[in-house]
């Protein structure tokens, strides 16, 4: 049987937060972390010496965590807000809004930080 949690905030859209967060497993983290060590492997080989290859790898460990962290956080989101509205139906959709927004993010994010 699965607990049902009701959640009051005082803050603006804390309600969502909380239900998306409660949606979130360590699990599904670890997985989309291993989607990104492949870019991280790629990354540590470029470079003539120790410290090219130091300092790439520091800086795709950074752009794969904020990837990590926006897609899971655009899916989370979104799928609370789509259960919430629409039931079993919005969440699914939700969830899928929410990655393909989460990754947009991450990419621009990217792009701009260089």
Same mark, same amino acid.
Request: no cysteine.
């Given at each position: 049987?699965?607990k049902?949690?009701?959640?009051?905030?005082?803050v603006?859209g804390?309600?969502?937060?909380?239900?998306g967060?409660?949606?979130t497993?360590?699990?599904g983290?670890?997985v989309?972390?291993?989607?990104?060590?492949p870019?991280?492997?790629?990354?540590?080989?470029?470079?003539?010496?120790?410290?090219?290859? %130091? =300092?790439? +790898?520091?800086?795709? /460990?950074?752009? &794969?965590?904020?990837?990590?962290?926006?897609? @899971?956080?655009?899916?989370?989101i979104?799928g609370?807000?789509g259960?919430?509205?629409?039931?079993?139906?919005g969440?699914? %959709? =939700?969830? +899928?809004?929410?990655? /393909?927004?989460? &990754?947009?993010?991450?990419?621009?994010l990217q @792009?701009a930080?260089?």
């Amino acid at each position: 049987m699965l607990k049902a949690y009701k959640f009051k905030s005082s803050v603006v859209g804390g309600e969502i937060v909380a239900r998306g967060m409660k949606r979130t497993t360590v699990a599904g983290i670890a997985v989309i972390g291993l989607f990104e060590l492949p870019k991280i492997v790629k990354e540590i080989m470029k470079g003539d010496n120790f410290f090219e290859h %130091v =300092g790439n +790898g520091a800086k795709q /460990v950074i752009n &794969s965590a904020g990837n990590v962290a926006l897609t @899971t956080a655009g899916i989370a989101i979104g799928g609370a807000l789509g259960a919430k509205y629409l039931g079993a139906t919005g969440s699914i %959709v =939700g969830m +899928g809004i929410g990655a /393909v927004a989460g &990754s947009k993010l991450s990419n621009q994010l990217q @792009t701009a930080t260089g």
